[in-house]
């Protein structure tokens, strides 16, 4: 299956550098509409006035972490786009971590570092299992 060029990717991460490297990687697998958050409050923002087909989240930030964003996303009822595909970038690799994203409604996980083969593989595997 090929990614859909066109799709709304959000990238949420509190390290600027951090976005600037996953946009580049997502520029390299051809995704160019792309939007940024830095920190989950702005994402949230971002997801209530806009639709995305991705979004591409950091674990570690400040005050809410991705795994906040995460939960506060798949749970609150008023919120319209609550299945939206979503990938927990991460240097954490501990299973437990791994375990509290997947009952949390994560649909994939990359550990850093990785390279835009890795990210596309991920988001083939997360817009094809959406599609069924």
């Given at each position: 299956?090929?990614?859909?060029?066109?799709?709304?990717?959000?990238?949420?991460?509190?390290?600027?550098?951090?976005?600037?490297?996953?946009?580049?990687?997502?520029?390299?697998?051809?995704?160019?509409?792309?939007?940024?958050?830095?920190?989950?409050?702005?994402?949230?923002?971002?997801?209530?006035?806009?639709?995305?087909?991705?979004?591409?989240?950091?674990?570690?930030?400040m005050p809410m972490t991705g795994l906040q964003l995460l939960q506060?996303?798949?749970?609150?009822?008023?919120?319209?786009?609550?299945?939206?595909?979503f990938i927990m970038i991460t240097a954490e690799s501990r299973p437990?971590?791994?375990?509290?994203?997947?009952?949390?409604?994560?649909?994939?996980?990359?550990?850093?570092?990785?390279?835009?083969?890795?990210?596309?593989?991920?988001?083939?595997?997360?817009?094809?299992?959406?599609?069924?």
């Amino acid at each position: 299956m090929d990614i859909n060029k066109d799709m709304k990717v959000l990238i949420v991460d509190d390290h600027k550098t951090m976005l600037r490297i996953v946009r580049n990687l997502l520029s390299q697998i051809n995704i160019s509409n792309v939007d940024e958050a830095t920190d989950g409050q702005s994402a949230l923002q971002k997801l209530a006035h806009n639709k995305y087909d991705l979004v591409l989240s950091d674990w570690n930030m400040m005050p809410m972490t991705g795994l906040q964003l995460l939960q506060f996303v798949r749970t609150d009822s008023t919120y319209e786009h609550k299945n939206v595909p979503f990938i927990m970038i991460t240097a954490e690799s501990r299973p437990e971590n791994v375990m509290e994203a997947k009952q949390a409604g994560v649909d994939n996980y990359i550990i850093k570092p990785f390279n835009a083969d890795t990210l596309e593989t991920k988001i083939k595997s997360v817009m094809t299992k959406k599609q069924r």
